[in-house]
């Protein structure tokens, strides 16, 4: 049947694809709009399959927190190419997304999919972005965050984000912010050594017991010696990457436990999310 340039253009309208996809998916579809756009979106799916094993190391980190302060997401739509991270619908899409999840209390990164942003599920609207792209586009993260206060901040370029959760209420925004900057920037492992998982702990130990190993002015020490040393490297690894032990970004004559102790006595973050595409 013939397919009208009006049809066309309602249909590109719809789904964003390109005025050929959408006059191939019409007169696949025989004229019908909602066949047309499942034919784009199997056509997303298609390329995405073929497109599997491709890297999708660029995208869009979002991290959003309600109204009242007291919940937050952090999302990212991954894809491949820096320059579709960059568009403006891409990094739309991946705020309606992170809207949606915030507003729908979405527990992981499968009911994300679930969830319907302009009238489609995120999972279909992924597809439909894939079929207009061309590249591997993918939801990757997904977290929550709940606390007394909970403080987001987005580095410029939307590569990097954070969420910051507090005990109470802030007395001054711009505390709030400085810790989120100090997440972002220093990429602390734990809030505290207490938070540091024993996973972690082991692997940090093995690495800093090879490192005292193999130095050439430990050759010949007992065992002992090595463990002491490798105690020390630990040690060291808690104060560079314990956030409360960290030296404070603005100013690093004081600690970050310190800086908070100073802005409240009673002000302790209770945990963070970070997430960056910046290796």
Same mark, same amino acid.
């Given at each position: ?5 009006? %049809? =066309? !253009?309602?249909?590109?309208?719809? +789904? $964003? /694809?390109?005025?050929? @996809?959408?006059? #191939?998916? &019409? ?68 705020? %309606? =997304? !992170?809207?949606?999840?915030?507003? +729908? $209390? /979405?527990?992981?990164? @499968?009911?994300? #999919?679930? &969830? ?70 220093? !990429? ?10 024993? @996973? ?80």
């Amino acid at each position: 049947m013939a397919i009208s340039a009006t %049809e =066309v !253009a309602k249909l590109r309208k719809m +789904t $964003g /694809a390109g005025m050929m @996809d959408c006059k #191939k998916a &019409l007169e696949e579809a025989n004229g019908d709009y909602e066949q047309a756009v499942a034919i784009i979106r199997k056509k997303g799916q298609l390329i995405a399959s073929k497109r599997a094993d491709r890297d999708a190391t660029e995208g869009c980190v979002i991290a959003t927190v309600s109204d009242c302060a007291t919940k937050g997401v952090l999302t990212v739509l991954s894809c491949e190419t820096d320059f579709v991270a960059k568009g403006d619908d891409f990094i739309r899409f991946t705020e %309606e =997304v !992170a809207a949606a999840a915030l507003k +729908t $209390g /979405a527990a992981d990164l @499968d009911a994300v #999919k679930q &969830l319907t942003v302009n009238g489609i599920s995120v999972a279909d609207g992924v597809n439909e972005k894939v079929a207009v792209i061309g590249e591997k586009i993918d939801l990757t993260f997904f977290g929550t965050l709940e606390a007394a206060e909970v403080v987001a901040y987005i580095h410029p370029g939307n590569k990097l984000a954070c969420l910051v959760g507090f005990n109470k209420k802030l007395a001054n925004p711009q505390t709030g912010r400085d810790i989120a900057m100090q997440v972002a920037s220093m !990429a602390p492992v734990a809030v505290d050594k207490e938070s540091v998982s024993a @996973d972690v702990v082991a692997k940090e130990m093995e690495i800093a017991t090879d490192q005292a190993k193999i130095d050439p002015k430990n050759e010949g020490k007992p065992a002992e010696m090595i463990e002491k040393i490798a105690k020390g490297k630990l040690e060291k690894f808690f104060k560079e990457m314990i956030l409360i032990n960290q030296e404070f970004i603005k100013d690093n004559k004081k600690t970050v436990a310190e800086y908070l102790k100073e802005a409240d006595q009673d002000l302790k973050v209770t945990k963070f999310i970070r997430f960056s595409l910046v290796a």
